[in-house]
């Protein structure tokens, strides 16, 4: 019996050993996945160095491809729908792009024309202003380059006019000079979020 013991005790050291050396190894493991984490989560966060210039641009790109698409897909969302589907399209209802874009930039799209400028209280000041200035154009026939207009510290508002031969004034608006705009409100959180500073500054935009 006593020989069973003794032998019984250097196996039993043997595996307490072990179950330590597990342990301290498992610590080690989950401190460097912890860690891992941790720094990973402080990359996301890092404040990024960006200039006005590289701000500016960023919108001016976010608004011009996001106003393409939306032109694009507007054009393809109107064949062959039925009334109900046209005036859910005017409003901006169901709209899988938008939706997108929305969740993905936290950003606002307005389809705006005439009647907006009277009416639509939901508007920036600015906003309006260029609204009306983009309507007494379009009485003249006279095509207004994108404007870009900031709104206190935080917002962007990135103003695009649709082609008159879409239509989409006279379709939504009732507006026979076929006069409607692109309204996109960005966040400027969300602009320098999405900037890649190496690329700009490889476009010499500093």
């Not at 019984?8 to 610590?27: R, V």
């Amino acid at each position: 019996m006593l020989s069973f013991v003794k032998k019984l005790i250097p196996m039993k050291n043997s595996i307490i050993i072990l179950l330590i050396l597990f342990i301290i190894s498992s610590c080690s493991n989950l401190e460097r996945m912890d860690t891992s984490k941790i720094l990973g989560t402080m990359e996301d966060y890092k404040v990024k160095r960006v200039s006005p210039a590289q701000i500016a641009y960023q919108v001016e790109v976010m608004g011009s491809e996001i106003t393409k698409a939306l032109t694009v897909d507007f054009e393809k969302q109107m064949k062959n729908a039925n009334q109900t589907r046209i005036e859910e399209i005017c409003q901006l209802k169901n709209m899988q792009l938008i939706d997108s874009l929305s969740e993905q930039y936290n950003l606002k799209v307005r389809l705006l024309g005439q009647p907006d400028i009277g009416s639509n209280n939901q508007l920036y000041a600015k906003e309006r202003e260029v609204l009306e200035a983009y309507a007494d154009n379009a009485a003249k026939k006279v095509n207004v380059g994108d404007n870009i207009q900031k709104i206190g510290d935080s917002l962007f508002v990135y103003t695009s006019q649709i082609p008159y031969e879409k239509g989409v004034g006279k379709l939504c608006f009732s507006d026979d000079t076929g006069f409607a705009i692109w309204s996109i409100v960005l966040r400027k959180s969300e602009v320098v979020k999405s900037i890649n500073v190496v690329k700009l500054r490889d476009k010499n935009i500093k």
